[in-house]
């Protein structure tokens, strides 16, 4: 096939650099993948192919004779939208493949150009064009419900970022949805057909997290009864989710910026590294840029996670959206527990859209949870709610670890004493939770204890 032919069901790469060795080693990888090639060693040339014909891929140098590749890449985000677009760098200079990145590019290669890591590339950026598979691993995700206009950005966003590989960072008040909206820019990109792997970072052991990320060989430490491959094998080709980030002891930030940039891992124990190609999507209620002014986050990590922002809307800046969130939530509840529907009144829907939801989407399905377990019909007024304005509690609450508070008469009748102490529990935690904006370390700090011990107890009650 001669340069530049495309024939049929021949995908067409336009590779953009003045190094005639890196055209030739680009346009050879591509041929032996069945991908045509077009070349260009100017922003000129390569501006003249883009307005003859239509291509599938861009590779482009950072440096061109005439200009800035990440100015093409601003071209491509504004003239062809639908064409990837990916940068090659210096190796080592993270700083320009952010920039690319900020500016639209899918991804990037580094210079020493490692033929594994451009294959790789390549077959992800071609999957783009194609619909998503009906074999992909896992049962699909849920919708963000809605029709907000928050949530209709919200989905358009996701919509963009599933289209590169640029690291996203998500941030948000808890029970917003993060670990949603991770999943469906994973369901909805390139690597829908390998494995999304959510990790949650304030629920490992600090003394356990390297073998847990990066794997462990046999003997590496006491307890290592055999080889382990980590969290970041596991992802392997597909996305790595590090929900709570913030959360990261200092010295594993280290460990994981390296394994970031330098896209291989060391096993505990191991002297050889083994490459990984997984996109890393992370999260954090907390604000990022607060903690590494504090010292607790690392700012060279900070710039390389959080190169593309995504902000999930509180549940009370779209209450127009509660009506179909509670409609959707009953409906899991019943076919999950084999009951009948319930609905909400009219009055408790007005009673929800007049709560400012401080748990978000997590605190109305806890909420609503509740109320189909303890109603007696299958309309739910809003009695039935328990909102925190309705159930205060009795006794002081000054407490340490449980309330002191005595069930209410009403459900000392109803409930056994297992479920009585559950509830007094569930209430105390709920009213910390409520009174720090469902910050989950102060709320540890005021019930006195560690949150570690509250994740466990919103885990065992259902709240997490």
């Not at 650099?17 to 045509?36: F, K, S, Y």
């Not at 392997?236 to 394994?259: C, H, N, S, W, Y």
């Not at 997984?278 to 990022?288: D, F, G, K, P, T």
């Not at 105390?428 to 540890?444: C, Q, Y």
């Amino acid at each position: 096939m001669k340069n530049g032919e495309k024939i049929k069901n021949c995908f067409l790469l336009l590779i953009v650099d003045d190094e005639p060795d890196i055209l030739e080693l680009v346009t050879i990888t591509c041929a032996r993948m069945g991908v045509g090639t077009e070349r260009a060693q100017t922003l000129a040339e390569a501006t003249q192919h883009l307005q003859q014909q239509a291509f599938d891929l861009c590779l482009t140098d950072m440096r061109l004779p005439d200009g800035d590749g990440t100015d093409l890449v601003r071209l491509i985000a504004r003239e062809y939208p639908n064409l990837p677009v990916a940068m090659l760098t210096a190796y080592g200079n993270m700083d320009s493949a952010i920039a690319a990145m900020k500016a639209g590019a899918f991804d990037f290669v580094s210079k020493p150009v490692d033929l594994k890591v451009l294959r790789n590339l390549i077959g992800s950026a071609l999957k783009l064009g194609r619909p998503p598979s009906v074999t992909s691993p896992g049962q699909p995700t849920e919708a963000l419900i809605g029709a907000s206009s928050a949530i209709e950005e919200t989905r358009a966003l996701i919509a963009k970022l599933a289209r590169n590989q640029a690291p996203v960072f998500i941030t948000g008040e808890s029970g917003t949805g993060k670990e949603l909206a991770a999943r469906l820019i994973h369901e909805q990109g390139p690597r829908r057909e390998h494995p999304f792997v959510p990790v949650n970072c304030g629920a490992i052991p600090a003394d356990l997290m390297e073998s847990e990320l990066f794997g462990h060989l046999k003997g590496s430490f006491t307890g290592a009864v055999c080889d382990k491959a980590g969290l970041f094998q596991a992802a392997q080709g597909g996305t790595l989710f590090l929900d709570e980030i913030a959360d990261l002891p200092l010295p594993m930030q280290v460990k994981l910026l390296r394994a970031i940039q330098q896209k291989s891992v060391r096993p505990v124990g191991s002297e050889t590294e083994i490459e990984v190609d997984v996109r890393i999507i992370s999260a954090s209620h907390c604000q990022l840029d607060v903690e590494v002014e504090r010292g607790n986050f690392r700012q060279d990590l900070y710039y390389r996670i959080d190169v593309i922002e995504l902000l999930m809307p509180p549940l009370r800046s779209r209450p127009e959206d509660i009506p179909a969130l509670a409609e959707h939530i009953l409906g899991q509840i019943a076919e999950t527990s084999g009951t009948s529907r319930r609905h909400l009144s009219a009055a408790a829907l007005a009673k929800l859209a007049e709560h400012p939801f401080p748990g978000n989407v997590r605190e109305l399905q806890n909420l609503l949870e509740r109320a189909s377990a303890l109603a007696e019909t299958t309309e739910l007024g809003p009695e039935d709610l328990h909102l925190p304005s309705q159930r205060p509690l009795s006794g002081s609450t000054k407490m340490r670890g449980l309330a002191k508070a005595e069930p209410e008469p009403a459900d000392a009748d109803r409930l056994p004493l297992g479920d009585q102490l559950d509830e007094i529990e569930r209430r105390a935690i709920l009213e910390a939770l409520d009174a720090t904006r469902w910050n989950r370390t102060a709320a540890a700090k005021q019930l006195g204890m560690t949150p570690r011990s509250l994740r466990y107890r919103l885990s065992k009650l259902g709240l997490s």
